[in-house]
């Protein structure tokens, strides 16, 4: 009887710790190698490889649907999702992104620079520095990035 017992334990123990653990790394897995594409993709740009670049934004957006389908409430998530889609020209699909990160963090870097440069692209400079007056202070290169971008226009 204490073995039958002992192996119930085990069992349950078991498959609670796979049930706990898989479905955090699984999520976290699908931004990781998202992530990882994204650095990629930015180095074969400054190489001037655009169209490489674009097929590993492609496959980085689609690993971080799969991320934003388990973890709705990630700004990291809804900033890579908005990068990704501006790097492929889809402006208005990658805005919506980066407005619902910021619904999120109001204040995350990332999303604030990123926006501002869409602003920028865009023409909409006033946009521009709205996102870096909420970068003002930071003393981080997204401020300086951004800032740089709307002093050359």
Known sequence: MKKI?????????TNNSFAAGSSGEYKNSF??????LILKAKK???KNKTEKALKLYSKA?????????????NPDVLNYLGYTLRKSGDL??????YLEGLKLDAGHLGINEYL???YVQTNRIELAK?????????????????????EKK
């Open 5 to 13: 017992i002992f192996i119930i334990a085990l069992l349950l123990l």
């Open 31 to 36: 931004y990781k190698e998202a992530k990882k």
């Open 44 to 46: 074969l740009e400054k």
């Open 61 to 73: 957006y689609d690993k971080l649907i799969k991320a934003y389908e388990k973890d709705k409430k």
């Open 92 to 97: 208005k699909k990658a805005e919506t992104y």
């Open 116 to 118: 501002g440069e869409l």
């Open 130 to 150: 709205e996102r870096l007056a909420v970068l003002n202070g930071c003393k981080c290169e997204e401020y300086e990035e951004l800032k740089t971008l709307i």
